[in-house]
């Protein structure tokens, strides 16, 4: 976001919780869901097997796998912050803070076997859906919420607040209505407008501040270089990610620097501070206190005191809807289904803590699935027939028709 105090980036998910809370087990996490190393070949059983033993990731399986986990349209998604922020106000006082972005076009999700057909048909419908609304001039609209906290240790959740596998209950921390954005224009340009847009949680503006949130700490080391890396040194100049008020700073040079003369300051022989012969000097603080977070411990690497890795999982599974527990039970089974049966049978002592008839409902789908599969192994046929052109092609009718269906076929849902 431009700001005149210069750019804010939210960086986040459409689903408000995540996998792991140790950023030191992000690397893994991310090796785990990618394809083999050896073969190439992506398999469900690497991504079980990391989260067999990260017994707090059941809570995002269970959304993931469910219709929440498969938004119809870029248009009809939800978006959070998913971690812990912190608000601080003129007097060096802070909350703490969690953001939400709500479509004010509905809620829709599709199942999996409605996103089969309709990736059959076009992978980029999501992509396609939102380019042509905003050019008939249907303009889609997120209000942005937010939910806000004592920055304390809240001994009366069960939780810790600053657990990013974690909802903060609506009924104790109720949702602000704060902001509100309207995509109006489509890019120009997609390479250099959105290919190139650089997002990092470090991205922020006085007043806002980081939490110990073990998660967000993590992601601000990482990102920045992440960009460097992905774009360029300077990718903080592209247009796209510049702000659009003046940039005072000694930082310059390395490949494609476009620094404007302008930015020099009044001596542009001096590149350095403190001078005494020109050059910038460093803003002071005055006028505005620090904040000076407050330790009545000892800060160290270690776990959190409150995991409590299954209570909201069980909550969230209780709270679907029937059809949502369904698809979630007939999803986990498929997947789980090709994986080793220690790995299964750790998945389902998760599902079971969370809730007895979730586990139970999956150590039943995964009996028939692995039946089914059985039974198909008698009948080892090379799969399709010889096929001439393929009627699928860009712009085709079905790619058109897809792109329709993934709203038409989807189900409405309300917020969580």
Not at 98 to 111: A, D, F, M, S, V
Request: net charge negative; charged share 30%; aromatic share 10%.
């Amino acid at each position: 976001m431009y700001t005149e105090d210069g750019n804010w980036d939210l960086v986040g998910n459409n689903l408000k919780i995540f996998f792991i809370r140790d950023a030191m087990k992000f690397p893994d996490m991310i090796h785990a869901f990618k394809a083999d190393p050896a073969s190439n070949v992506a398999n469900p059983q690497r991504m079980f097997d990391f989260v067999s033993r990260s017994p707090e990731a059941t809570h995002m399986i269970t959304f993931l796998f469910s219709p929440w986990g498969i938004p119809a349209t870029y248009r009809h998604m939800q978006g959070s912050g998913v971690n812990t922020y912190k608000w601080v106000n003129d007097k060096g006082e802070a909350v703490l803070v969690k953001y939400h972005w709500e479509p004010k076009q509905g809620i829709r999700n599709l199942t999996q076997e409605e996103a089969d057909a309709i990736q059959g048909k076009n992978v980029s419908h999501a992509t396609q859906d939102l380019y042509e609304a905003i050019e008939r001039g249907d303009y889609p609209e997120w209000e942005l919420y937010v939910q806000i906290m004592e920055d304390d240790y809240h001994p009366e959740l069960d939780f810790d607040p600053l657990d990013d596998t974690k909802l903060w209950p609506e009924d104790k921390f109720p949702w602000l209505p704060v902001g509100r954005m309207v995509l109006d224009r489509n890019p120009v340009d997609y390479h250099a407008e959105i290919e190139q847009a650089a997002f990092g949680t470090g991205v922020l503006v006085d007043g806002m501040d980081f939490s110990d949130d073990k998660m967000l700490q993590g992601r601000t080391f990482s990102y920045s270089d992440t960009q460097r890396y992905r774009i360029g040194a300077n990718y903080l100049k592209l247009p796209v990610n510049a702000p659009k008020v003046p940039v005072r700073t000694n930082q310059h040079r390395g490949q494609m620097d476009i620094r404007d003369p302008k930015e020099s300051g009044n001596n542009p022989h001096v590149n350095y501070e403190p001078s005494m012969i020109g050059g910038y000097q460093e803003a002071t603080s005055e006028g505005r206190p620090e904040h000076r977070p407050t330790y009545n411990a000892q800060a160290m690497s270690a776990p959190i005191d409150r995991p409590n890795n299954y209570g909201q999982a069980g909550e969230t599974y209780r709270n679907f809807e029937d059809w949502e527990r369904d698809e979630l039970i007939k999803n986990l089974s498929e997947a789980l289904a090709v994986c080793d049966k220690l790995i299964q049978d750790a998945m389902i002592e998760h599902f079971t803590e969370a809730d007895q008839d979730y586990g139970r409902r999956v150590r039943e789908g995964l009996e028939k699935k692995q039946k089914e599969l059985e039974e198909s192994k008698m009948d080892n046929k090379l799969p399709g027939r010889e096929a001439g052109q393929s009627k699928y092609r860009q712009g085709s009718l079905a790619e058109n028709e897809a792109t329709v269906d993934a709203v038409k076929n989807s189900h409405e849902a309300d917020p969580y």
